[in-house]
């Protein structure tokens, strides 16, 4: 009996350690993007979130769970992002510059933002 509780034991941690990613795919897994902003369809951090990911100078547009439904965002320090109205970040006069720490109430754009550029600073 102990043999076969012994076995099981090993089999479970074997099988853990197989399953787990190893720290290159981790690593591979978060250089996928650039950098990161932080945004919420409710002020002050709440609602649905989610740590938005982006790619340096590319023109994003957020998803549809976020579209027009953003009410605070803060992006990664080190990063200039611009914020637009409009899809396919057209419209530079409709736009919001926002860094970090970014903004746990938006006034302007509440609710209407639609997509991003981000350049390091």
Same mark, same amino acid.
């Given at each position: 009996? +102990?043999?076969? &509780?012994?076995? @099981?034991? &090993? =089999?479970?941690? %074997?099988? $853990?350690?197989?399953? =787990? /990613?190893?720290? @290159? !795919?981790? !690593? +591979? #897994?978060? =250089?996928?993007?650039?950098?990161?902003?932080?945004?919420?369809?409710?002020?002050?951090?709440?609602?649905?979130?989610?740590?938005?990911?982006?790619?340096?100078? +590319?023109?994003? *547009?957020? /998803?549809?769970?976020? +579209?027009?439904?953003?009410?605070? $965002?803060?992006?990664?320090?080190?990063?200039?992002?611009?914020?637009?109205?409009?899809?396919?970040?057209? *419209?530079?006069?409709?736009? %919001? /510059? @926002?860094? *970090? /720490?970014?903004?746990? =109430? %938006?006034?302007?754009?509440?609710?209407?933002?639609?997509?991003? #550029?981000?350049? #390091?600073?």
């Amino acid at each position: 009996m +102990q043999f076969k &509780l012994g076995f @099981i034991a &090993l =089999a479970s941690v %074997l099988s $853990a350690v197989v399953a =787990a /990613p190893s720290n @290159i !795919e981790l !690593e +591979q #897994r978060s =250089a996928q993007v650039d950098g990161h902003c932080y945004i919420c369809t409710d002020d002050y951090w709440g609602g649905s979130c989610t740590n938005y990911g982006f790619y340096s100078g +590319q023109c994003s *547009n957020f /998803p549809s769970s976020f +579209q027009d439904d953003i009410s605070s $965002a803060g992006c990664d320090s080190g990063w200039n992002c611009v914020f637009f109205l409009d899809y396919n970040c057209n *419209n530079d006069e409709s736009s %919001l /510059p @926002i860094g *970090n /720490p970014g903004y746990a =109430a %938006l006034g302007w754009g509440n609710d209407a933002l639609s997509s991003l #550029r981000c350049t #390091r600073s």
